[in-house]
């Protein structure tokens, strides 16, 4: 399916149209609530799709990762170059979800693992048993309680005012006061276009600054495939109201390669 190329523009942007439509990509929104999922459907948390003879992963020092999101492809209906179906895993260590930095990154895969399944067996197949994670959870987690249902909102979303692309399109550093409330157009721009939600696809948000900028071998990490937000209300709080962002290549995401990707996680 294609995703219909309007995107609305507040009025006081509406002449830089043109300029914005070149960045425009497919994004899909993400609504996480509280429901008892089965094991092959997407999920913030619980227990994951886990065919019996894979080994459910743990990170360098012997412990067993926590299940941060899983991704039912064939739910969430993206475009190109999202697969149809198949099925995504991101698994976190405990090492990720409590740091003191501002800001966290990782290349390999040690303390996150991406797993992504083609084909999807039926229930039979899986493992259903996970009495042996029952002591792992605890307070450093983003997500609380133990499982979220997600549903997907699909969008067409210009570039976002923290995407180091910004610049390419429209040089916000250079527009004035332009309203009666003396905001300018780089206010305006960010209040609408800000980025910070949970969502597969589109464009990132940054707190602090998008290190893609000034580093050749970051850009090649130039899709995003998934990033998830802190927000009280849902009872998601990573870090100090911090988000997790998880970057791949166009072509390796075409080509089904996950082996290769970019973590991302920052806090105030």
């Known amino acids: 399916m294609e995703f219909e190329r309007f995107f609305e523009l507040p009025h006081q942007l509406e002449c830089f149209r043109n300029k914005l439509e070149p960045s425009l990509l497919n994004a899909s929104i993400i609504i996480p609530y509280h429901r008892i999922t089965s094991l092959s459907e997407s999920k913030f948390s619980g227990n994951p799709y886990l065919p019996k003879m894979q080994n459910y992963p743990k990170d360098p020092d012997g412990e067993y990762m926590y299940l941060l999101a899983q991704i039912n492809f064939a739910e969430a209906s993206l475009t190109f170059p999202f697969p149809s179906q198949g099925i ?108 910070a939600e949970h969502k597969i696809g589109g464009y990132p948000y940054f707190i602090n600054y998008d290190k893609r900028k000034d580093s050749s071998f970051l850009k090649k990490y130039d899709t995003l495939l998934l990033q998830i937000v802190s927000n009280d209300e849902q009872g998601i709080m990573y870090g100090d109201t911090g988000l997790l962002k998880f970057f791949i290549n166009q072509k390796d995401l075409i080509n089904l390669n996950f082996s290769d990707i970019y973590f991302h996680g920052e806090q105030y």
């Open 88 to 195: 995504l895993q991101i698994f976190v260590s405990k090492n990720i979800c409590y740091f003191e930095d501002s800001i966290q990154e990782f290349l390999f895969q040690q303390y996150f693992k991406i797993r992504y399944y083609a084909t999807v067996l039926p229930e039979d197949k899986l493992t259903t048993d996970f009495t042996f994670l029952e002591s792992r959870l605890d307070d450093v987690f983003p997500i609380i309680p133990n499982e979220m249902a997600l549903t997907f909102t699909n969008s067409v979303e210009p570039v976002s005012a923290t995407d180091y692309r910004v610049e390419k399109y429209l040089p916000l550093s250079n527009f004035g006061i332009i309203s009666e409330d003396e905001r300018t157009l780089e206010d305006i721009y960010f209040e609408k276009y800000l980025a």
